[in-house]
Protein backbone atom coordinates (compact mmCIF):
# COMPACT_ATOMS: atom_id res chain seq x y z
CA UNK A 1 0.00 0.00 0.00
CA UNK A 2 2.88 2.36 0.98
CA UNK A 3 4.37 1.43 -2.56
CA UNK A 4 1.16 2.58 -4.41
CA UNK A 5 0.93 5.96 -2.12
CA UNK A 6 4.13 6.94 -3.13
CA UNK A 7 4.05 6.14 -6.81
CA UNK A 8 0.70 8.11 -6.67
CA UNK A 9 2.36 11.08 -5.65
CA UNK A 10 5.33 10.70 -7.88
CA UNK A 11 2.52 10.75 -10.60
CA UNK A 12 1.06 13.69 -9.68
CA UNK A 13 4.13 15.60 -9.09
CA UNK A 14 4.81 14.70 -12.26
CA UNK A 15 1.48 16.17 -14.18
CA UNK A 16 1.73 19.12 -11.95
CA UNK A 17 5.28 20.01 -13.54
CA UNK A 18 4.34 19.32 -17.38
CA UNK A 19 1.31 21.37 -16.43
CA UNK A 20 3.78 24.61 -15.42
CA UNK A 21 3.16 27.46 -17.78
CA UNK A 22 6.12 27.90 -20.01
CA UNK A 23 6.98 31.19 -19.15
CA UNK A 24 7.49 29.69 -15.24
CA UNK A 25 9.77 26.99 -16.59
CA UNK A 26 12.39 29.56 -18.58
CA UNK A 27 12.02 31.67 -15.55
CA UNK A 28 13.46 28.66 -13.12
CA UNK A 29 16.25 28.30 -15.73
CA UNK A 30 17.11 31.57 -16.99
CA UNK A 31 20.41 32.25 -15.69
CA UNK A 32 20.91 35.58 -13.70
CA UNK A 33 21.55 38.43 -15.73
CA UNK A 34 25.29 39.40 -14.68
CA UNK A 35 25.53 43.11 -12.86
CA UNK A 36 26.54 45.80 -15.60
CA UNK A 37 30.44 46.29 -15.93
CA UNK A 38 32.09 49.41 -14.39
CA UNK A 39 33.63 51.41 -16.76
CA UNK A 40 35.69 54.57 -17.33
CA UNK A 41 36.24 55.98 -20.72
CA UNK A 42 39.35 58.19 -21.26
CA UNK A 43 38.59 60.34 -25.02
CA UNK A 44 39.83 62.52 -26.76
CA UNK A 45 36.44 63.44 -28.33
CA UNK A 46 36.26 66.28 -30.88
CA UNK A 47 39.13 65.65 -33.55
CA UNK A 48 38.41 62.14 -35.70
CA UNK A 49 34.44 61.49 -35.18
CA UNK A 50 34.86 58.02 -33.69
CA UNK A 51 34.85 58.93 -30.42
CA UNK A 52 31.54 59.96 -30.74
CA UNK A 53 30.07 56.83 -32.50
CA UNK A 54 31.87 54.89 -29.23
CA UNK A 55 30.16 57.34 -26.75
CA UNK A 56 27.15 56.49 -28.53
CA UNK A 57 27.42 53.00 -28.36
CA UNK A 58 28.35 52.62 -24.56
CA UNK A 59 25.35 54.98 -23.95
CA UNK A 60 23.03 52.55 -26.17
CA UNK A 61 24.29 49.32 -24.09
CA UNK A 62 23.27 48.32 -20.70
CA UNK A 63 25.95 45.86 -20.20
CA UNK A 64 28.07 48.70 -19.26
CA UNK A 65 27.94 50.91 -16.32
CA UNK A 66 29.72 54.77 -17.28
CA UNK A 67 31.52 56.07 -14.07
CA UNK A 68 33.17 58.64 -15.68
CA UNK A 69 34.41 60.37 -18.24
CA UNK A 70 37.90 61.39 -18.70
CA UNK A 71 38.85 64.18 -21.36
CA UNK A 72 42.24 63.77 -22.69
CA UNK A 73 44.86 65.23 -25.11
CA UNK A 74 44.97 68.82 -26.75
CA UNK A 75 42.17 71.27 -25.42
CA UNK A 76 40.95 68.79 -22.65
CA UNK A 77 38.59 71.44 -20.69
CA UNK A 78 36.98 72.14 -24.18
CA UNK A 79 36.83 68.16 -24.94
CA UNK A 80 34.89 68.31 -21.08
CA UNK A 81 33.02 70.90 -22.30
CA UNK A 82 31.33 68.78 -25.61
CA UNK A 83 31.08 65.78 -23.12
CA UNK A 84 28.60 67.51 -20.76
CA UNK A 85 26.63 69.14 -23.87
CA UNK A 86 26.64 65.42 -25.46
CA UNK A 87 25.33 63.54 -21.58
CA UNK A 88 22.82 66.53 -21.50
CA UNK A 89 21.71 65.58 -24.56
CA UNK A 90 20.88 62.36 -24.05
CA UNK A 91 19.90 62.32 -20.62
CA UNK A 92 22.74 61.08 -18.83
CA UNK A 93 24.40 64.05 -17.16
CA UNK A 94 24.27 62.17 -13.96
CA UNK A 95 27.78 60.65 -15.13
CA UNK A 96 31.08 62.82 -13.77
CA UNK A 97 33.25 64.17 -16.58
CA UNK A 98 36.84 64.87 -15.53
CA UNK A 99 39.63 67.00 -17.31
CA UNK A 100 42.83 65.65 -18.76
CA UNK A 101 46.45 66.81 -18.80
CA UNK A 102 46.83 69.84 -21.46
CA UNK A 103 49.23 68.94 -24.34
CA UNK A 104 50.12 70.57 -27.34
CA UNK A 105 47.74 68.75 -30.56
CA UNK A 106 48.70 69.02 -33.86
CA UNK A 107 45.00 67.49 -35.08
CA UNK A 108 42.52 69.64 -36.08
CA UNK A 109 39.59 69.94 -33.48
CA UNK A 110 37.03 69.32 -36.05
CA UNK A 111 34.11 69.44 -33.87
CA UNK A 112 35.00 72.49 -31.89
CA UNK A 113 31.69 74.62 -32.57
CA UNK A 114 29.18 72.21 -31.62
CA UNK A 115 31.53 71.88 -28.53
CA UNK A 116 31.78 75.90 -27.53
CA UNK A 117 28.31 76.05 -27.50
CA UNK A 118 27.81 73.83 -24.41
CA UNK A 119 28.10 75.92 -21.21
CA UNK A 120 31.63 75.97 -19.44
CA UNK A 121 32.51 74.92 -16.00
CA UNK A 122 34.60 73.37 -13.60
CA UNK A 123 35.70 69.98 -13.94
CA UNK A 124 38.30 67.83 -11.53
CA UNK A 125 41.49 66.36 -12.58
CA UNK A 126 41.37 63.42 -14.43
CA UNK A 127 43.91 61.59 -12.94
CA UNK A 128 43.13 62.06 -9.48
CA UNK A 129 39.42 61.07 -10.32
CA UNK A 130 40.66 57.55 -12.00
CA UNK A 131 42.85 57.02 -9.20
CA UNK A 132 39.92 58.19 -6.31
CA UNK A 133 37.82 55.65 -8.60
CA UNK A 134 39.61 52.68 -8.85
CA UNK A 135 40.06 53.05 -4.79
CA UNK A 136 36.88 53.10 -4.65
CA UNK A 137 35.86 49.83 -6.53
CA UNK A 138 39.48 48.15 -6.17
CA UNK A 139 39.47 45.17 -9.29
CA UNK A 140 36.37 46.40 -10.66
CA UNK A 141 36.90 49.13 -13.49
CA UNK A 142 37.53 48.85 -17.14
CA UNK A 143 39.77 51.95 -18.22
CA UNK A 144 38.41 52.14 -21.97
CA UNK A 145 41.24 54.09 -23.23
CA UNK A 146 40.21 55.69 -26.80
CA UNK A 147 42.61 58.81 -27.04
CA UNK A 148 46.55 59.24 -26.78
CA UNK A 149 47.78 57.58 -23.15
CA UNK A 150 49.34 60.68 -21.32
CA UNK A 151 46.30 60.51 -18.45
CA UNK A 152 47.94 57.09 -17.95
CA UNK A 153 51.14 57.70 -18.00
CA UNK A 154 50.41 60.07 -15.24
CA UNK A 155 48.55 58.17 -13.24
CA UNK A 156 51.04 55.27 -13.31
CA UNK A 157 53.33 57.92 -11.94
CA UNK A 158 51.15 59.51 -9.52
CA UNK A 159 50.47 56.08 -8.04
CA UNK A 160 51.11 53.11 -9.46
CA UNK A 161 49.83 50.73 -6.57
CA UNK A 162 46.24 51.96 -7.02
CA UNK A 163 46.33 52.12 -11.04
CA UNK A 164 47.32 48.16 -10.90
CA UNK A 165 43.96 47.46 -9.21
CA UNK A 166 42.06 48.08 -12.14
CA UNK A 167 40.70 45.54 -13.41
CA UNK A 168 42.03 46.08 -17.43
CA UNK A 169 42.41 48.56 -19.59
CA UNK A 170 40.53 47.90 -23.47
CA UNK A 171 42.82 50.25 -25.53
CA UNK A 172 42.21 51.65 -29.10
CA UNK A 173 45.84 51.58 -30.20
CA UNK A 174 48.81 49.97 -31.82
CA UNK A 175 49.51 48.44 -35.60
CA UNK A 176 50.98 45.06 -35.22
CA UNK A 177 50.54 43.17 -38.63
CA UNK A 178 48.54 45.79 -40.82
CA UNK A 179 48.50 49.35 -40.79
CA UNK A 180 46.13 51.79 -42.39
CA UNK A 181 46.45 50.15 -45.62
CA UNK A 182 44.85 46.85 -44.89
CA UNK A 183 46.61 44.67 -46.55
CA UNK A 184 49.11 42.16 -44.40
CA UNK A 185 51.59 42.83 -47.16
CA UNK A 186 51.47 46.43 -46.23
CA UNK A 187 53.08 45.89 -43.41
CA UNK A 188 52.26 47.92 -39.79
CA UNK A 189 52.19 52.00 -38.94
CA UNK A 190 52.60 53.74 -35.96
CA UNK A 191 49.72 54.52 -34.48
CA UNK A 192 48.27 57.90 -33.04
CA UNK A 193 47.11 57.01 -29.39
CA UNK A 194 50.46 55.06 -29.05
CA UNK A 195 53.20 57.33 -30.78
CA UNK A 196 51.40 60.59 -29.58
CA UNK A 197 53.11 59.80 -25.82
CA UNK A 198 55.29 56.67 -26.46
CA UNK A 199 56.39 57.20 -22.97
CA UNK A 200 52.85 57.10 -21.73
CA UNK A 201 52.38 53.86 -23.84
CA UNK A 202 55.52 52.13 -22.74
CA UNK A 203 54.39 52.95 -18.70
CA UNK A 204 51.39 50.94 -19.42
CA UNK A 205 52.46 48.05 -21.36
CA UNK A 206 55.06 47.70 -18.77
CA UNK A 207 52.26 48.14 -15.69
CA UNK A 208 51.00 44.81 -15.05
CA UNK A 209 47.54 45.49 -15.61
CA UNK A 210 45.60 43.23 -17.89
CA UNK A 211 45.94 45.14 -21.29
CA UNK A 212 42.99 43.97 -24.16
CA UNK A 213 44.55 45.68 -27.22
CA UNK A 214 42.50 47.03 -30.04
CA UNK A 215 44.57 47.88 -32.63
CA UNK A 216 44.91 49.05 -36.69
CA UNK A 217 44.60 45.45 -37.64
CA UNK A 218 40.92 45.20 -36.23
CA UNK A 219 39.30 48.30 -35.57
CA UNK A 220 39.59 49.91 -39.54
CA UNK A 221 35.51 49.44 -39.97
CA UNK A 222 33.79 51.98 -42.45
CA UNK A 223 30.07 53.39 -41.42
CA UNK A 224 28.71 53.29 -45.39
CA UNK A 225 26.42 55.49 -46.41
CA UNK A 226 23.17 53.00 -45.88
CA UNK A 227 24.05 52.52 -42.64
CA UNK A 228 24.78 56.47 -42.24
CA UNK A 229 21.48 57.40 -43.35
CA UNK A 230 19.77 55.35 -41.42
CA UNK A 231 21.14 56.12 -38.38
CA UNK A 232 21.00 59.93 -39.52
CA UNK A 233 17.29 59.96 -39.95
CA UNK A 234 16.57 58.11 -36.77
CA UNK A 235 15.37 61.31 -35.06
CA UNK A 236 16.53 60.60 -31.59
CA UNK A 237 18.23 62.92 -29.38
CA UNK A 238 21.46 60.59 -29.80
CA UNK A 239 21.35 60.23 -33.78
CA UNK A 240 20.99 63.89 -34.38
CA UNK A 241 23.74 65.16 -31.80
CA UNK A 242 25.85 62.51 -33.93
CA UNK A 243 24.62 63.88 -37.39
CA UNK A 244 25.93 67.35 -36.80
CA UNK A 245 28.84 65.76 -34.83
CA UNK A 246 29.60 63.89 -38.31
CA UNK A 247 28.64 66.95 -40.44
CA UNK A 248 31.14 69.14 -39.07
CA UNK A 249 34.02 66.25 -38.88
CA UNK A 250 33.41 65.62 -42.70
CA UNK A 251 33.56 69.39 -42.97
CA UNK A 252 36.76 69.59 -41.47
CA UNK A 253 39.02 66.68 -42.57
CA UNK A 254 37.42 66.83 -46.14
CA UNK A 255 36.26 63.08 -46.03
CA UNK A 256 32.61 61.47 -45.88
CA UNK A 257 33.18 57.93 -44.79
CA UNK A 258 33.94 57.63 -40.95
CA UNK A 259 36.18 54.58 -39.59
CA UNK A 260 34.63 53.35 -36.29
CA UNK A 261 38.23 52.48 -34.56
CA UNK A 262 37.27 53.82 -31.16
CA UNK A 263 34.11 51.71 -31.12
CA UNK A 264 36.01 48.86 -31.52
CA UNK A 265 36.91 48.68 -28.09
CA UNK A 266 33.65 49.82 -26.46
CA UNK A 267 31.85 46.86 -28.16
CA UNK A 268 34.59 44.38 -26.64
CA UNK A 269 33.56 45.49 -23.05
CA UNK A 270 29.98 44.43 -24.38
CA UNK A 271 30.94 41.46 -27.03
CA UNK A 272 33.87 40.09 -26.55
CA UNK A 273 33.37 37.66 -29.40
CA UNK A 274 33.33 40.53 -31.29
CA UNK A 275 36.87 40.84 -31.29
CA UNK A 276 38.88 37.65 -30.05
CA UNK A 277 42.42 38.45 -28.83
CA UNK A 278 45.42 36.54 -28.86
CA UNK A 279 48.24 36.74 -26.04
CA UNK A 280 50.95 38.70 -27.45
CA UNK A 281 54.39 40.76 -25.47
CA UNK A 282 54.40 43.69 -27.10
CA UNK A 283 56.81 46.69 -26.59
CA UNK A 284 56.88 50.82 -28.39
CA UNK A 285 60.62 51.10 -30.12
CA UNK A 286 61.85 54.33 -31.09
CA UNK A 287 60.37 54.47 -34.45
CA UNK A 288 56.86 54.71 -32.85
CA UNK A 289 55.76 50.85 -33.60
CA UNK A 290 54.40 48.60 -31.48
CA UNK A 291 56.30 45.27 -31.71
CA UNK A 292 55.47 41.95 -31.04
CA UNK A 293 58.74 40.59 -29.27
CA UNK A 294 59.66 37.04 -27.42
CA UNK A 295 58.36 37.34 -23.99
CA UNK A 296 55.57 36.32 -21.40
CA UNK A 297 52.45 38.03 -23.02
CA UNK A 298 51.40 41.26 -21.32
CA UNK A 299 48.48 41.80 -23.87
CA UNK A 300 45.95 40.19 -25.56
CA UNK A 301 45.61 41.57 -28.86
CA UNK A 302 41.88 41.66 -31.41
CA UNK A 303 44.28 40.64 -34.63
CA UNK A 304 41.02 40.28 -36.48
CA UNK A 305 37.19 41.38 -36.61
CA UNK A 306 34.10 40.70 -38.51
CA UNK A 307 33.44 43.94 -40.34
CA UNK A 308 29.63 43.41 -40.99
CA UNK A 309 29.11 41.15 -38.14
CA UNK A 310 30.67 44.25 -35.74
CA UNK A 311 28.11 46.63 -37.80
CA UNK A 312 25.24 44.27 -37.32
CA UNK A 313 25.71 44.44 -33.64
CA UNK A 314 26.20 48.53 -34.00
CA UNK A 315 23.60 49.81 -35.58
CA UNK A 316 20.84 47.52 -33.52
CA UNK A 317 22.07 49.28 -30.66
CA UNK A 318 22.21 52.81 -31.79
CA UNK A 319 18.91 52.05 -33.73
CA UNK A 320 17.13 50.16 -30.82
CA UNK A 321 18.30 52.22 -27.81
CA UNK A 322 16.17 55.67 -26.97
CA UNK A 323 18.23 57.84 -24.55
CA UNK A 324 16.59 61.34 -24.46
CA UNK A 325 17.67 64.30 -22.66
CA UNK A 326 15.70 66.81 -20.30
CA UNK A 327 13.60 69.77 -20.59
CA UNK A 328 15.90 71.83 -19.18
CA UNK A 329 18.64 70.33 -21.70
CA UNK A 330 16.44 71.01 -24.27
CA UNK A 331 16.05 74.85 -23.29
CA UNK A 332 19.81 75.30 -22.63
CA UNK A 333 21.05 74.22 -26.31
Known amino acids: ???????????????????????????????????????????????????????????????????????????????????DRLLCATGRSDIPVATGIITESKTSFSQS??????????HPDAVTFLLDQVKKNPGQITLVSIAPLTNIGAAIDQDAQTFSKLKRVVVMGGSIRKGYDTRASAGPDPQYNIYSDISAARKLFLSGVPI??????????????????QLFTASTP??????????????????????????VPVAYVIRPELCPTTPLFISVDNKRYTREASGPANVQACLRSDTQQFLQFYMSRLLTQRPAGTEECRRKY
Do not use: H
Request: with cysteine; proline share 7%; net charge negative.
Open 113 to 122: AWAKAGIERQ
Open 238 to 263: LTDALTLLYQQWSQSYRLVTPTLFDA
Open 212 to 229: YLMPLDSTIIPLGEVMRE
Open 1 to 83: MASKRLALVVCISCVCFWLLPSETLIAQTKPPVPAPEKVIIDTDIGDDVDDAFAVGLAFASNEVKIIGFTSAWGDTPLRSQML
